[in-house]
Structures are given as structure tokens and as C-alpha cells.
């Protein structure tokens, strides 16, 4: 893969770029897998920064995205809109384009966003927005204005991605069951994960995908979440390791409704930046069998991204 760059945009202080030699994984995907939690910034001096950002990072093309997708053995993607780039869905559009049919998206949208906007991102493959309630990621947005976006987008057969810290749920809550959509949640809804697995905060959100057949879950980011780190245990390839139950209580009691994705480029971690071919073998040991691997990155992306496909 090419090297980072930056586009003319100063970055944040302390910024980890990806990482530009990621191993070929042990994990063979099953053919047709779908990365279903990825990223495209910029690059800047093409699709400039939103001036709202809370932070700047280095470029994430989209031919380096395709460049990854390639080497991993991905077949499509699908790339959220990223908060640096706010409301504007350009580079996004842009890289939906060229993916032509390997591609879906995920946008964000305002109040007053019109129909033929709408249209437009529809056409480009668009078939989510994103709501993030991460408190250092984006400014407040009152939840009258989300559900009215979200009553808007549902005719078009799209869905709602929620972004938020577990110890939000409980005001969230109310919140996310009155959106009349399939709800994906990112990343576990961020569970502490030096919190046991089955203690009350992950038990909270297993409740939650229990009651509520319409949430889904993307079991992914575990860099983001671990505190062990990307350490091999007894010298085997797995990274990770204290992410593990957590995401393999989702992935087996809701083998119909969780995704994976690499996030890639991995924006504002701190500690150290993810091989990426290292995170695709982290895939086996949350979904262990075959069936499970083929649901969770062939069968559930496939219906809720490419539904005229299944
Ligand atoms: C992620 C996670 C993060 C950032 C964003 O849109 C974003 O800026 O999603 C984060 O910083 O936790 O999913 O990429």
C-alpha cells in the first residue's frame, strides 16, 4: 500500500496514521465477505476537512481503502461517513462511485437535508445515516431533529447506525427503541471490557438487542476497546484477547444480526495502530465455526446492504 499523506491539513497533535504494511491474515475469509465498518478521509486537498471537526486526520483514500479490501481478501465495503468530514458526504460519494456495486454507505444527514439530496446519496449507494452521540466526536444534536431525519430516511429502506458509550444507553434507550428503522449499533455499544462479561453493563446490552429485534450489532473495534492490547497470547496469532467474549456472546446468540468491519482507518487511537491483517484473524475466534464466519460477514451484510442480491 502507498504511504500516508496529508493533504495540506495540519493533523492533530499525536495523530497515529494507518499503518502502511499490514500482514496477509492466517483467516481465510469466505468468499464474498463484506468490511462493513470502514472509513474514507479525503484526501484533503480534494474533500476538505468540515470546519466543525474535532479532529484532522491524515489522509484515508479511496484507492488505499481498495487497496486494503484486496490484500485482506474482502470482496465489498462498506464505508460510514466519518465525523471529520461532518454533513458533507462528498469523498464518500465519490468513493461509492468508483466501487460501483462492491460498495455501500452509511451518511450523515441534518434536518432539512431535501429529497433530492437524499435521492442523490441513494443512487451512489448510500443506505444508512449515522447518529453518534460520542461526546468528543461531535456536538450535541437534539433528538427531535434524529427522528424526524429518521422518519424521512425509513421510505427509502435505509437504516440507522448509532455510535455511543455503554454508560449511555440507559438515557439513550428510550431514545433508540421510538426509531422506527433497523438500528446497528457500533462497536458493542463500546463495552468496559475489564468489566466481566456477564456483570450488569454488557448484560444491559445484551437486554437491549434481546428485546428489540430490529438492533444489530457491529462486533467490532477491538483495538479500540482492549486493554490488553495487540499481544499474542501463548504465542498464538491473537490479538486482543480480553475483546473476545464479548463479542462472542453477540455473535452467537445473535447470529442474524451482527457485522464486522476493520475500521480502518482507525481514527484517533492512541495507544498503537492495528495491523489489519492481524484483526482478520481475530474473526475466528469470536465466530468460531463456519457457519457463523459466512453469517456475520457474507450472509447479514449481503441482506441489509444488498438485499436485491440475496
Ligand atoms: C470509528 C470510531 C471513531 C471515530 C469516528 O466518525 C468518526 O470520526 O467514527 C472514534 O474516534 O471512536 O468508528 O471510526
Known sequence: MSKPTTGGFEKTPGWLDWYDG??????????????????????????????????????ASKAQLFALRDHLGFARNVVVQATCHGDNNDAL???????????????????????????????????????????????????DELLE?????????????????AVDLPELWDFFTAIPTTVVVDHMGRPDVTQPVDGPEFARFVRFMDEHPN???????????????????????QAYADVVPFARVLVERFADRV????????????SHMPDDGLLVDFIPHIAPTA?????????????????EEC
Open 215 to 237: 438492533v444489530w450489532s457491529k462486533v467490532t473495534c477491538p483495538e479500540r476497546l482492549s486493554v490488553a492490547g495487540p499481544f499474542a497470547l501463548n504465542g498464538q496469532r
Open 22 to 59: 499490514p500482514s496477509k491474515p492466517q483467516f481465510v475469509l469466505p468468499a464474498g465477505s463484506v468490511d462493513a465498518h470502514c472509513h474514507v478521509f479525503g484526501p484533503g486537498h480534494t474533500f476538505g476537512y468540515a470546519p466543525e471537526r474535532k479532529y484532522t486526520p491524515c489522509d
Open 149 to 165: 431525519i429518521a422518519q424521512r430516511i425509513a421510505p427509502l429502506g435505509w437504516h440507522v447506525v448509532v455510535y455511543f458509550e
Open 291 to 307: 457457519d457463523l464466519q459466512r453469517r456475520l460477514l457474507v450472509d447479514n451484510p449481503m441482506r441489509l446492504y444488498w438485499p
Open 93 to 143: 460519494v465519490d468513493a461509492l462511485q468508483a466501487a460501483r456495486e462492491a460498495a455501500r454507505g452509511v451518511a450523515t444527514v441534518r434536518r432539512g437535508v431535501s429529497d433530492a439530496e437524499l435521492q442523490r446519496l441513494h443512487a451512489a449507494g448510500v443506505r444508512g445515516v449515522r447518529f453518534n452521540f460520542v461526546k468528543r466526536l461531535v456536538d450535541f444534536t437534539p433528538k
Open 259 to 270: 457485522l464486522w468491519g476493520t475500521d480502518w482507518p482507525h481514527p484517533n487511537l492512541k
